[in-house]
């Protein structure tokens, strides 16, 4: 059996000297990064415990693809280009087929987003992944959750609903990682580049990753705002309605999680704007509301209000 070493050589290990703002990679005790001039980093972590935030079963080459994915998402709902990662990876047993299909996915995806991976660990236990990403964004510039003002349009991009879809078609026996929904949910792609482009025009952003209402409710408090919502035009994942029927596809797209795409508060002047440029990447961006100056969510329904995602539910946001 490969020692704990010899893994990180073979699947993590890569060579990153030579990215720019990379001093020392993996092989110190720590890696040495150097941010651009008039940057700030922008951090965060992320951790995908298996039967918690996947299926068990899952193919490995789609689990690590997603331990990014999930952590790169923050970085895009703060508008920062991303730089650097690290992971921390604990492994029930040296499955040498299943770490080379894991490091292909995670690999993939860090060559695509121009990620480098600066160093991490391997331990034995339960799967649990964790990724710490660093990203850069202009100083003073970064999206936050508590700039929306009233008055502001609120959009998302993409569509909604596809994390709840394809745990449900997972369920269902579909194995087929080309089915819409099933990508959705094992194969999310990080709003990078809209993150981006947004940044220049939106008074503040979220990812989408416990669920809309759940999101939204997050943005509204940091922001000191309430919320229109118009439910009725919330933009669907493809194939949603025929998996789960009418009803239920709208309450995933409310409260579903797991889509990793951007929530924004956009001034109302700026919206055609954001919709062209978003437009240009193929990426679509639909007003599914506007934030209000009275505290709370308004346009759903108390009495049949979905809650979104918890670790930890009965206890405090």
Same mark, same amino acid.
């Given at each position: ?176 990682? =080309? $089915?819409?929904? /099933?990508?959705?949910? +094992?194969? &999310? @792609?990080?709003?990078?580049? *809209?993150?981006?482009? !947004?940044?220049? %025009? ?55 999680? =797991? $889509?990793?795409? /951007?929530?924004?508060? +956009?001034? &109302? @002047?700026?919206?055609?704007? *954001?919709?062209?440029? !978003?437009?240009? %990447? ?36």
């Amino acid at each position: 059996m490969p020692s704990e070493f010899e893994l990180i050589a073979r699947f993590f290990a890569r060579p990153c000297d030579a990215e720019p703002g990379v001093v020392a990679g993996p092989g110190d005790d720590c890696a040495l990064l150097a941010p651009s001039a008039g940057s700030e980093l922008a951090v965060s972590v992320d951790t995908s415990v298996v039967d918690v935030h996947f299926p068990q079963a899952a193919p490995a080459v789609a689990i690590g693809h997603r331990a990014l994915a999930v952590a790169l998402s923050d970085l895009a709902a703060m508008g920062a280009r991303a730089r650097w990662c690290a992971l921390a990876a604990t492994l029930p047993e040296a499955d040498e087929a299943w770490l080379e299909s894991f490091a292909a996915g995670f690999h993939a995806l860090c060559r695509r987003s121009r990620v480098a991976l600066v160093g991490g660990d391997v331990t034995r236990g339960p799967l649990s992944l964790s990724v710490t990403v660093h990203g850069e964004v202009p100083a003073g510039r970064a999206l936050r959750r508590s700039g929306a003002e009233a008055g502001d349009i609120l959009a998302v991009t993409g569509a909604l609903g596809g994390g709840r879809g394809g745990l449900a078609a997972w369920r269902d026996g579909v194995r087929d990682l =080309d $089915d819409p929904l /099933l990508r959705a949910y +094992l194969l &999310p @792609e990080p709003r990078l580049t *809209a993150g981006e482009v !947004l940044r220049e %025009l939106a008074h503040a952003a979220i990812d989408i990753s416990d669920g809309l209402l759940a999101d939204l409710q997050h943005l509204c408090t940091a922001s000191g705002v309430g919320a229109a919502l118009q439910p009725e035009v919330l933009p669907l994942a493809e194939g949603l309605t025929a998996r789960l029927g009418e009803a239920a596809a709208r309450e995933a797209a409310l409260a579903g999680g =797991d $889509d990793y795409e /951007l929530l924004v508060a +956009l001034p &109302p @002047e700026a919206l055609n704007e *954001a919709v062209n440029r !978003l437009q240009t %990447l193929g990426l679509p961006l639909t007003p599914i509301g506007r934030v209000v100056g009275e505290p709370g969510i308004h346009g759903i329904d108390d009495s049949t209000r979905p809650t979104g995602w918890q670790h930890f539910p009965g206890g405090t946001p």
